[in-house]
């Protein structure tokens, strides 16, 4: 547990309440899951310590993988629902409006397409601008709002700021790891089925740059008690089901969200 203990104190992401550091997922709460098997990594140890390179003790690093994993998958992402101005940029989208169709949770449809009832409620719909508040859709995990992109590059930051602070070694002038670093954290990502194969030097850095952005974009919620990393999603961005690849905005200052009822898949 020797590199997991470093990795937990030094380098993983933490809030701070009322002075003191806060984690989503301790090395105990692991080592819990882990002996009770509901954790199963998607590489055994004996691929591993066969395919992968490395100096210092490979067992210990087979086992921070699989906990820099587990602690991503943590992260929980917080879908918001549309609001009316989102509503509105869509509808001025559109060059005329020839029917509305309302549908229930039954799967039961009403379509009109009098040109009274349609003008009431774009009406209505314009009218209404306000952005500043949010109401939260849903609260689920990494696997219904993004591809592997998103644990790809947060793996390999993460095991890269390990390397480089536990080992430090000579590298490049303002290197966070060396080539030889690099490919073995790529080799990593492949061997745990994070990436289909095994994927050329040049993506690292592409990794690196989306997970400063990730991170930078991380919140911290109490929800019922239990601290919660999470990241916000706003409508018009998770409604194109491909927010990873586009410009992620951010809350703005004044900008509230509120948690009705909802549900969670955890």
């Known amino acids: 547990m020797e590199y997991i203990d470093y990795y937990y104190k030094e380098i993983q992401y933490y809030a701070i309440v009322e002075g003191d550091r806060c984690y989503s997922v301790k090395p105990d709460n692991f ?14 140890f004996d691929t591993f310590n066969e395919q992968i ?22 992260h929980y992402f917080v879908k918001l629902r549309p609001t009316a101005k989102e509503i509105n940029d869509e509808v001025d989208k559109m060059n005329e409006v020839a029917s509305i169709t309302i549908t229930d949770k039954g799967g039961k ?6 040109e009274y009832a349609m003008k009431n409620v ?3 719909i314009r009218a209404n601008t306000t952005a500043d508040s949010y109401e939260t859709d849903k609260i689920c995990k990494l696997p219904e709002v993004a591809n592997n992109t998103y644990i790809q590059s ?14 430090p070694v000579k590298r490049k002038k303002d290197s966070l790891v060396s080539t030889n670093e690099q490919d073995m954290i790529l080799k990593i990502l492949h061997l745990f089925k994070l990436t289909p194969y095994l994927v050329k030097r040049s993506r690292f850095r592409q990794l690196l740059m989306l997970a400063d952005k990730f991170k930078e974009n991380l919140s911290w919620i ?9 990241t916000f999603i706003k409508w018009k961005q998770w409604n194109t089901n491909n927010w990873l690849e586009v410009e992620y905005e951010m809350l703005k200052e004044g900008e509230t969200v ?8 955890n």
């Open 109 to 114: 449809t009403f379509t009109f397409n009098t």
């Open 122 to 124: 774009m009406d209505t």
């Open 53 to 74: 390179e490395f100096d210092g003790d490979k067992e210990k690093l087979y086992m921070l993988c699989c906990y820099i994993i587990y602690v991503i998958e943590q």
């Open 258 to 265: 509120s948690f009705p009822l909802l549900e969670s898949n």
């Open 222 to 230: 109490n929800l019922q008690g239990q601290l919660l990393p999470v």
């Open 31 to 44: 080592a819990t899951v882990w002996l009770a098997g509901n954790y199963v990594p998607t590489v055994d």
């Open 154 to 167: 947060m793996f390999a930051i993460e095991l890269a700021n390990f390397l480089h602070y536990y080992f």
